[in-house]
């Protein structure tokens, strides 16, 4: 049955197509972006709701804190699992093809998202809860190493010599616009309910919306993937996937290189998302539904910053623009932490001021060591170096955060970024061949 799904959905792919005649990188890039957000939204979702929801429902019998923290820690699952993803997909890559891949990947991701809006509570099953919430979130993260399609790579290779920083960004568009989304949704949800409506159901509605936008994202990407000029990249071993022992063989100190050259900017990613949030929601009196629009403000500013990035990385060079935001990292994370204690204009000026230099650093961390990889490991090359990176820099960022500043006060979640700016740099310095 899901051969013959697979074999449909890319008949009418193939349909679509028909009357195009190639791709040009305006129409990649809409792919790129739509893929990209759809992902991110489902990363929000489950990130937003891992603060208000999950250890309230999932783990009521510890206090608040601790709930979060749990929650947090199978939050990181995912990033544990996608690189198992990546391994499994890129071999479903190798014997179906990429169609195949991508839609199985996005299929197991879609299933696993709808089934947390029918998680039952602790109140219903006890313990089971919080096993079927890892379930879950480990389906998302084999899942998601399977949504790699190379597009990104396409885009790259698709784009003029002096603007190649300009299109670097496009992909990470995604992130905060899956941010906008995901918080506008969860504040209208938790503004307009009672609180009881928000627990009983509320709750469960974006975790529908996300499998209607994954659909949506599905079709747009396989549009793309069965073009004749995506198949004759295929074809020329130019975006064809390579074993992933044979990968790290050949390319495994740029595979490292790679995960730890964005470390700030990933460690940052978190710092201005998922750990503010939940500091804000154990900590601080007013209602989580005001901070949830600061953020969608401050990700308004970050989509700027990262179009930003694009123009000022073709003029001074991507290696120059990563290590001055590491640096500019390193400086916001000794006094910026402490804003979220200040207030709601200290939390809007952290917010707005962590966004905007993530924006610059994020906008041009995807790829920026993958970009050398050869022709014939590129393709697994990258997937591999992001899954890596999110890993080291992103997985575990929310639970040692909000553990190191419970613990020992928010300059500590600041000593905590202030390391991934340190590793970036010195990743950065060992890269010699990055592109300046």
Same mark, same amino acid.
């Given at each position: 049955m899901m051969t013959s799904s697979i074999a449909a959905v890319e008949r009418d792919a193939r349909l679509v197509n *028909? #009357?195009?005649? +190639?791709?040009?990188? +305006?129409?990649?890039?809409?792919?790129?972006? &739509?893929? #990209?957000?759809?992902?991110?939204?489902?990363?929000?979702?489950? =990130? &937003?709701?891992?603060?208000?929801?999950?250890?309230?429902?999932?783990?009521?019998?510890?206090?608040?804190?601790?709930?979060?923290?749990?929650?947090? *820690?199978?939050? *990181?699952?995912?990033?544990?699992? #996608?690189? &198992?993803?990546?391994f499994i997909f890129m071999a479903i890559d190798e014997s179906y093809g990429r169609s195949a891949k991508l839609t199985i990947a996005l299929f197991l991701l879609g299933i696993s998202t709808v089934a947390l809006a029918f998680l039952p509570d602790y109140g219903a099953i006890g313990a089971a809860a919080a096993w079927l919430l890892a379930l879950s979130r480990i389906g998302q993260g084999i899942a998601l190493g399977g949504t790699w399609d190379g597009l990104a790579s396409l885009l790259a290779m698709n784009a003029p010599e002096n603007r190649r920083g300009w299109y670097a960004m496009i992909p990470q568009l995604g992130a905060p616009i899956g941010l906008v989304v995901a918080s506008g949704l969860f504040a209208y949800m938790v503004n307009s309910l009672s609180a009881e409506d928000f627990f009983a159901w509320g709750?469960?509605? !974006?975790?529908?919306? =996300?499998?209607? &936008? @994954?659909?949506?994202?599905?079709?747009?990407?396989? #549009?793309?993937?069965?073009?004749?000029?995506?198949?004759?990249?295929?074809? @020329?071993?130019?975006?064809? !996937?390579? !074993?992933?022992?044979?990968?790290?063989?050949?390319?495994?100190?740029?595979?490292?290189?790679? *995960?730890?050259?964005?470390?700030?900017?990933?460690?940052?990613?978190?710092?201005?998302?998922?750990? !503010?949030?939940?500091w804000i929601f154990l900590n601080a009196q007013h209602e989580t539904g005001a901070f949830l629009i600061i953020e969608v403000i401050a990700a308004a500013f970050g989509v700027a910053a990262i179009v930003a990035s694009g123009y000022i990385a073709d003029r001074v060079g991507r290696r120059t623009l990563l290590g001055t935001c590491a640096a500019a990292i390193a400086v916001f994370s000794g006094f910026a932490p402490m804003l979220l204690d200040a207030g709601k204009v200290g939390e809007l000026v952290f917010m707005v001021l962590g966004f905007v230099i993530l924006g610059l650093s994020f906008g041009q961390s995807s790829g920026s060591v993958a970009s050398g990889f050869s022709q014939q490991y590129r393709y697994t090359g990258s997937a591999m170096t992001s899954d890596l990176a999110w890993l080291f820099g992103a997985g575990f960022a929310p639970f040692v955060a909000l553990f190191l500043s419970s613990h020992f006060g928010l300059i500590a979640s600041g000593l905590y970024l202030l390391s991934g700016a340190v590793c970036t740099l010195a990743a950065l310095g060992l890269n010699k061949t990055l592109s300046s």
């Open positions: *028909a #009357r195009h005649h +190639g791709v040009n990188p +305006g129409e990649i890039a809409i792919g790129v972006i &739509i893929g #990209r957000t759809s992902e991110f939204f489902d990363f929000f979702v489950y =990130a &937003i709701a891992s603060v208000i929801v999950f250890p309230k429902l999932v783990f009521p019998y510890v206090d608040p804190l601790t709930g979060t923290l749990w929650s947090f *820690a199978i939050f *990181a699952l995912a990033f544990v699992a #996608r690189p &198992i993803g990546t709750w469960r509605y !974006p975790f529908f919306v =996300a499998f209607a &936008i @994954n659909v949506v994202a599905l079709f747009s990407r396989l #549009r793309l993937v069965q073009t004749p000029e995506f198949e004759r990249l295929f074809v @020329n071993r130019e975006l064809q !996937p390579a !074993p992933v022992v044979e990968t790290l063989q050949v390319e495994g100190k740029r595979v490292v290189i790679g *995960a730890f050259a964005p470390l700030a900017s990933f460690a940052l990613f978190h710092m201005v998302t998922v750990f !503010p949030l939940s």
